[in-house]
C-alpha cells in the first residue's frame, strides 16, 4: 500500500498564528499567557487520520458482510 500520497502536508496548509509576512507581529495569547495551541495533524495533515478511518470502515464494513453471508 503507497500511503505516499496521504501522508502528504495539504496545499493549503495551517495557517499558523506564528506564519506572517509581518515578523513583528505579536502573536494573539490566550487568557493564560500562552500562544494558541497547534493542531497540525488536522490541519496540515487531514490525510493520515482521514485514511485510517476510511481504513478501519472498510475492514468493519467486510466484516459484517462477510458475517451475514454465512
Given at each position: 500500500?503507497?500511503?505516499?500520497?496521504?501522508?502528504?502536508y495539504r496545499?493549503?496548509?495551517?495557517?499558523?498564528?506564528?506564519?506572517?509576512?509581518?515578523?513583528?507581529?505579536?502573536?494573539?495569547?490566550?487568557?493564560?499567557?500562552?500562544?494558541?495551541?497547534?493542531?497540525?495533524?488536522?490541519?496540515?495533515m487531514p490525510?493520515?487520520?482521514?485514511?485510517?478511518?476510511?481504513?478501519?470502515?472498510?475492514?468493519?464494513?467486510?466484516?459484517?458482510?462477510?458475517?451475514?453471508?454465512?
Amino acid at each position: 500500500m503507497d500511503i505516499t500520497e496521504a501522508f502528504q502536508y495539504r496545499h493549503d496548509g495551517h495557517p499558523s498564528p506564528y506564519r506572517s509576512p509581518d515578523p513583528n507581529k505579536i502573536t494573539k495569547r490566550g487568557p493564560d499567557g500562552r500562544p494558541p495551541p497547534q493542531d497540525c495533524l488536522h490541519w496540515c495533515m487531514p490525510g493520515p487520520v482521514d485514511t485510517w478511518n476510511e481504513l478501519v470502515f472498510e475492514i468493519i464494513r467486510r466484516e459484517y458482510k462477510g458475517g451475514r453471508a454465512s
